[in-house]
DNA sequence: AAATCGGGGCG
DNA sequence: CGCCCAGATTT
């Protein structure tokens, strides 16, 4: 190391506890607990994992607890949060814990790698922050305060980059409380050292800033670009009949696995594909002709009048890589009952439900929209 | 190394 | 509207 930095860990950390935010999982030194709130805030703020992370411990307060719920429970808990395979993942290690090592956490970050859903950052997280250790935990505020504090113009993502954060980091951690190095840099990142338009006036590191010095702390850290989002169109059907309402799980692995919404059914959307509602409605069609014979009730239905659909509602919402726009359509002119009748038995993964009950389901957010539209207009009525 | 996987807040 | 957030896993 070229200048001093090492002594910037022991400024970094005197900061840090004067200056630290009261969080729900700062007040505890449960690993369990941390392990949880560190599986929620990846990828998401603070802010909006604040009121999950209340409820999951209040509902799972510890990992036995977690690991006899269903998987039902654990993803209703996790509704809305997004990354839903975090609380499978989380749902699953806590099964692995309390049935393979006695309700023991690991003690080792090799230990704590086998957990599912544990990767290189909450192995060191935990580690440092629950259990004292001085592993280092590289996240994005970590590499953000680095890169500017060291004024690295490569990307910050590239492998030797980080391996040149991981030694000052393992530095500063031998030298200080391993919760607080750890937390210390994630806190600077978060209300000082932030994305957009840093505070460097606050910062209890400015006067070593390499960033700062040259006036490219905003321009950094250097990143990638990312591939472009596809687009695609979604038809769903609202089909209700005697109070209630047909709705289907989603595939166990891939885009919100284990979800419920409306029956569905997407495909991918061409720039030339003109307007939409035309569109959206061949599909809903062919969705209602795939309902329709996988109920054996072709025979039937072909009699009856061609049923037409009325779209009802219409959401866009936007993924990390991809966008959906969302059209849904009701069939009107439709012997429902009979489609009602033949599929009480269950065809594949959808089932009929209550419509009062459907919040008891695990819904994707563009889909809970929806919902609440439809049936505050409903009760208007 | 690049893709996949949510949702929301902010400039 | 684009960017990013206390990332992990698969290809």
Not at 46 to 74: H, M, N
Not at 126 to 147: F, K
Not at 176 to 192: F, N
Request: hydrophobic content about 40%.
């Amino acid at each position: 190391m070229d200048e001093n930095f090492q002594e910037y860990g022991h400024k970094l950390v005197t900061w840090y506890r004067q200056n630290r935010r009261d969080l729900p999982w700062r007040r505890t030194c449960d690993v369990y607990a941390i392990w949880v709130s560190e599986t929620m805030l990846q990828q998401t703020r603070v802010e909006t994992v604040i009121p999950y992370y209340l409820r999951f411990l209040s509902a799972f307060p510890g990992v036995a607890d977690l690991a006899k719920a269903s998987e039902e429970q654990v993803l209703k808990h996790w509704q809305g949060l997004g990354y839903y395979r975090r609380a499978k993942n989380l749902h699953l290690a806590a099964k692995q814990v309390c049935q393979e090592w006695g309700g023991d956490f690991p003690k080792t970050r090799d230990g704590w790698l086998q957990l599912a859903g544990v990767g290189d950052y909450t192995a060191g997280a935990v580690l440092s922050i629950a259990m004292g250790q001085p592993e280092p935990a590289i996240d994005g505020n970590v590499l953000r305060v680095m890169s500017r504090l060291l004024c690295i113009r490569e990307p910050v993502r590239n492998t030797n980059v980080v391996r040149r954060i991981r030694k000052l980091l393992e530095y500063w951690l031998t030298n200080d409380v391993p919760s607080d190095v750890t937390q210390s840099i994630m806190e600077l990142g978060a209300i000082v050292c932030t994305p957009r338009s840093p505070q460097c006036l606050l910062c209890p590191l400015a006067e070593g800033c390499r960033a700062k010095r040259e006036g490219c702390a905003a321009e950094l850290p250097v990143k990638v670009a990312k591939a472009a989002r596809k687009k695609m169109l979604v038809s769903a059907l609202w089909l209700e009949h005697a109070g209630q309402l047909l709705i289907e799980q989603r595939p166990e692995e891939g885009l919100l696995g284990g979800m419920w919404q409306l029956p569905s059914l997407s495909e991918e959307r061409t720039e030339d594909g003109g307007s939409e509602l035309p569109s959206a409605l061949r599909l809903a069609e062919s969705l209602m002709e795939r309902l329709v014979a996988g109920s054996l009730l072709a025979d039937e239905i072909s009699e009856s009048p061609q049923p037409y659909l009325v779209p009802v509602a219409t959401e866009k919402h936007v993924f990390t890589h991809l966008e959906w726009e969302v059209h849904v359509c009701r069939p009107v002119g439709l012997a429902l009952e009979k489609l009602f009748g033949q599929s009480q038995k269950r065809m594949e993964l959808m089932i009929w439900v209550p419509v009062e009950d459907w919040d008891k389901y695990a819904w994707p957010r563009v889909y809970e929209k929806i919902l609440e539209k439809l049936l505050s207009e409903r009760v208007n009525i």
